[in-house]
């Protein structure tokens, strides 16, 4: 248990009861793995054939795979951390006036994707935080330079001035305006008319949106056609000068009780084809500039467009932390998992992912701290500059976390000196950024880098996981899209875990053994594809011509690898059931681990290795949180998207094909009485154990004949690689 001592409690920690249990269990199935592997070892030194060598050594791989990123889970379930913060107790520590102003940071990067009412009751939400309105300011990031984005914006700061008094008023809860008036609220005169309003204005903005263009209908006055008036026919989303736009001003702009408004910026950075951009962290990091020059807040709120505010006591409940004299000189920032509305009852593409998002960040608390997931993560600004012990001086006083800001944001000198900072050639003259100052380029997932950037250079940082969740997300519905987003992750993960400053060996160094472990199964997530690969075919293949692989049922290894699959599988169950999971879910997290292993991962792995030989492939794609009626509909009925012709879905219609084949072989030859010594068991076993994964895909195959059923292409094109792939493998026979 700790806690400030010596004034109100503000926060405590209580370590697992599980950790004992948890270390004896790994240190016994550390054995059961070396045993396999030893097991291995010993058919490849005395190989029958060059067909059971070849065998041998895709097994010895895979699972030494496998018991390579097993052991860097078990690193997450060495010293796990429960925390608790006090937020009523803050009064009594902090008085109201010294409370820190805080800069929020949102970033958006193209309307049709990212829906702009999605985004503008992601601002709305911490705009209405229950905190001195004058000490927030919002800054919006617009990397797709739209007009419409702006649009939106200008309607929100018309309709906040009556939404932030009615949430005061009222005590609310939810403060996103969306999630308010789709609750079951109460209802009065005052709260229809509020309503009212916001519908009109999501009526406005999505009116704007679908002709793609802001007619003159809805340009009020001459100032707003002025600003309207900068997106010219040379202005695209890849080429386009910088627009910073001041929307509300907390010193001049008030609401309809008379009460100040938060600070609310949106800042659309200069892009040129020709200059480097860095994607999200170049972003963040012309905000972080962008935010020095006009508010220079000691804290910092990054959070995806989609990911609105559910607890509006958030801000203090950080506060319990950075106010710990004993915490704040080395505390980095505080993440808070992703939670997400929306879910279906079973999660079927395991979008929650829970062991990412709120097991294993309580094992990485245990040790230095959680890193950083790119959203829902309150920042120490001086973080940004350098390690706990060497600050790094900025290119210009402004932008230094001790710099006062004594002009209006408005003031022509802060406009000018906030386009300069926002200028695209602006970080090749101060090559700082982006290396040892702000967000970390040189990854794809530049959240993952930068907290382990952070935590490498001394900082410290806290998981906060309160009963209520503090942000609530959007969750891609189609298949395609959860696979593509966890591509591009794991092509940023090998970056990192390839780079110079691997997990693995400059990480060990820096955060110690342990803790490098836990970025190593990050930073190693791609390599999953090798085993479920191998998994996914040698064994069905083998099955089919009658070759045994595995041992036959009155063998003691027989034993050891049901021991091993029970304990692997039993102990995850066991994990994600206490984190508040249910059995159906942790189903759906199990198949989406082994469906991302012969696609997302296998083709990840593939697009990285291109790109280090010098074949350039698709890039940073930003996933799509427009929603489909009849996908909707689809997906809360639990059946999965697959109506599209891609080849990762390729890869999966011929593994389930290649299994079905398998299985239904083995269970004839079992009837058949060509089994009595059980020597095809767990091949038989792994077959059905994938036959019942692949339900949905079969479905999808033969049975639907809605819009989401796998097309006719796919379903052809793999039966025929799957018949070209059982004759392929005869030849080794």
Known sequence: MGGVTGKPLLHTRRFSRRTAAYRLFAAVYACAVSALLYRHSLAILHPASLSSFCITISLLIADAVLGFMWLTTQA??????????????????????DLPAIDIFICTADPFKEPPMSVVNTALSVMAYDYPTEKISVYVSDDGGSALTLFAFMEAAKFGRHWLPFCRKKKIVERCPDAYFGSNHPRCSESEQIKIMYESM??????????????????????ERQIYNKWTKEFTRRDHPTIIQVLLEASTDKDVMGQSMPNL??????????????FKAG???VLLRVSAIMTNAPLILTLDCDMYSNDPKTPRTVLCYFSDPKLSPKLGYIQFPQRFHGLNKDDIYASEFKRLFQINPRGMDGLIGPGY???????????FFGCPSGFITPEIPELSPDHAVGKLMQAQSTLVLAHHVADCKYELNHTNWGSKVGFRYGSLVEDFYTG?????????????????????GDIPITLIDVLIQTKRWDVGFLEVGLSKRSPLTFGARALGPIMGLCYTHYAFWAIWCIPITIYA?????TLCYGVSIFP??????????????????????????????????????QRMWMVRGVTSNLFASIEFLLNCVGIVTQGFNVTSKVVDNEQGKRYEQGMFELGVESPMFMLLAIVANINLVAFLGGLIRVLRGQDLDGRFVIQVFIAGFAVLNCLPFYEAMMWRTDRGKMPTKIIFVSVFFTFALYLGFSYLY
Request: glycine share 6%; aromatic share 18%; proline share 4%.
């Open 76 to 97: 997450f379930r060495m010293r796990p951390v429960y925390r608790r913060a006090f937020p009523e107790n803050l009064e009594k520590v902090v008085a109201e006036e």
């Open 202 to 223: 999501k009526v406005r903005v999505e009116n704007v949106v679908n002709r793609g263009r802001v007619g003159d209908e809805y340009v009020t006055s001459e100032q």
């Open 265 to 278: 910026i949106y800042v659309s950075r200069e892009k040129n084809r020709d200059f480097p951009h860095h």
């Open 283 to 285: 972003a963040l990091n």
């Open 373 to 383: 997931v790119g959203t829902g993560c309150f920042f120490s600004r001086r973080v």
């Open 452 to 472: 382990y950037r952070l935590l490498c250079e001394g900082w410290r940082s806290v998981f906060c996981d309160p009963d209520r969740p503090a942000f609530l």
């Open 537 to 541: 075919f040698l064994p069905q293949l």
């Open 552 to 589: 036959k049922v009155s063998d003691s290894w027989f034993f050891l690898y049901i021991f091993l699959f029970i304990g692997a599988y039993g102990q995850d169950c066991l994990d994600f059931v206490i984190a508040k999971g249910t059995f159906k879910r942790w189903w759906s997290h």
